[in-house]
Antibody
Framework: QLQLQESGPGLVKPSETLSLTCSVS??????????WAWVRQPPGKGLEWIGN???????YYNPSLKSRVTISVDTSRNQFSLKLRSVTAADTADYYC?????????????WGQGTRVAVSS | EIVLTQSPGTLSLSPGERATLSCRAS???????LAWYQQRPGKAPRLLIY???NRVTGIPDRFSGSGSGTDFTLTISRLEPEDFAVYYC??????????FGQGTKLEIK
């Protein structure tokens, strides 16, 4: 069974770049069987999809964040990463990594436990 | 963008009662592309239902999903204490690729 674990700073200053990593165990990023995703949730609010990446580097972003987001994959470390530039307080949220099977890309099977990132000076 | 509107925002029921949660889409959604998640406090969302009506392995059969087009429903037949949580519907296929409803909080009456 896949396990996903987010890691990264819990506090980022306004205008800086938020960087998070998702470590995957129980499966290989390079197997080609999954898409890998980032989803966020502001405190007390709903869920927002950020983007998906496939092991070959194919990427899909939420248009609302596309200008500030980069998602990348490191198959050698079995990790994928999120960078969100020029953050503001509105980017304060719990950030989750998740996955979708290639044969069922339309929902998220497994989720990491989430990591809270606060944007504050 | 397809907007998913969930109702009610909060549902207050007692254990043993039946819960009916609604998810309405602003445009037609393929049934294959409609999922439901449960989120307990401080936890990640958990997939319950996919393809509008297919229960994930290990999810109790008191959970069921139905609907098509723009109207979808999650039903919990007899509420257990652990079912009190927030529930989200989610669709796939329209830009942005994935959107979620705003959630229904199921609370103990």
């Amino acid at each position: 069974q896949l396990q996903l674990q987010e890691s990264g700073p819990g506090l980022v200053k306004p205008s800086e770049t938020l960087s998070l990593t998702c470590s995957v165990s129980g499966g290989s990023l390079s197997s080609g069987n999954h898409y890998w995703a980032w989803v966020r949730q502001p405190p007390g609010k709903g869920l927002e999809w950020i983007g998906n990446i496939y092991y070959d580097g194919s990427i899909y972003y939420n248009p609302s964040l596309k200008s500030r987001v980069t998602i990348s994959v490191d198959t050698s470390r079995n990790q994928f990463s999120l960078k969100l530039r020029s953050v503001t307080a509105a980017d304060t949220a719990d950030y989750y990594c998740a996955n979708s099977r290639v044969t069922a890309i339309w929902y998220f099977d497994y989720w990491g436990q989430g990591t809270r990132v606060a944007v504050s000076s | 963008e397809i907007v998913l509107t969930q109702s009610p925002g909060t549902l207050s029921l007692s254990p043993g009662e039946r819960a009916t949660l609604s998810c309405r889409a602003s445009q037609s959604v393929s049934s294959s592309y409609l999922a439901w998640y449960q989120q307990r406090p401080g936890k990640a969302p958990r997939l319950l239902i996919y393809g509008a009506s297919n229960r994930v392995t290990g999810i109790p059969d008191r959970f069921s999903g139905s609907g098509s087009g723009t109207d979808f429903t999650l039903t919990i037949s007899r509420l257990e204490p652990e079912d009190f949580a927030v529930y989200y519907c989610q669709q796939y296929g329209s830009s942005p690729l994935y959107t979620f409803g705003q959630g229904t909080k199921l609370e103990i009456k």
